[in-house]
């Protein structure tokens, strides 16, 4: 893992003028990038989940809860239409048939009574961003010019100081989540205000 300081700027040119202090400071180029986070809301990696469906899911029918009172009606109906052949010694096919038919009207009347039970609960997740859009510049540190690195990006004009832990790769925070919560350096935001 890699220690990151990054601030927020509200335009390009900002930003930009920014890393030209941070390369007058000593910082290499390798070691400063400049990316636009997207305003809050807009990072969502699927409508209603943040995980999208897993192949799994979309086939197996008791992947969802809509499905279950049809479920439980075909089982119970396949139990009754056996037990009920059952006892009048019936052949094998005909027991066989039993189940299926019971399975099927089980399957209608539990799904019948599932929709009837009332409206269906839909549970949507609700992520609160606490990330500001802007221009994010983002410098790799070490733990000697962390702070430098921090002032610099404050007495620029960058909001929202942060410091993170993260994976620096070919001069780029590679495993940045706008979602995630920065980890702001109170001590230099405190001054902003």
Known sequence: MSLIVAGRFTTFPAAESAAQQLFERGFVGEDVTLFFVNPRGQHALHPLDETPPTTASLLSPLSHPAHHGATYGAVVGA???????????ASLPVVVIAAGVGAYIGAKVGAMIQARSGPRVHHE???????????????HVTP??????????????GADIERASGHWQQGRWADFDP???PDLLTELNQQQA
Do not use: D, M, Y
């Open 79 to 89: 139990i009754i239409g056996v037990a009920i052949f059952t006892g009048f010694a």
């Open 125 to 139: 997740r609700v992520h609160r961003e606490l990330r500001a859009s802007g221009v994010l510049v983002a410098v």
């Open 144 to 157: 000697e010019n962390q702070l430098e690195a921090a002032q610099v990006l404050r007495a620029a004009g």
């Open 179 to 181: 979602r995630s919560t």
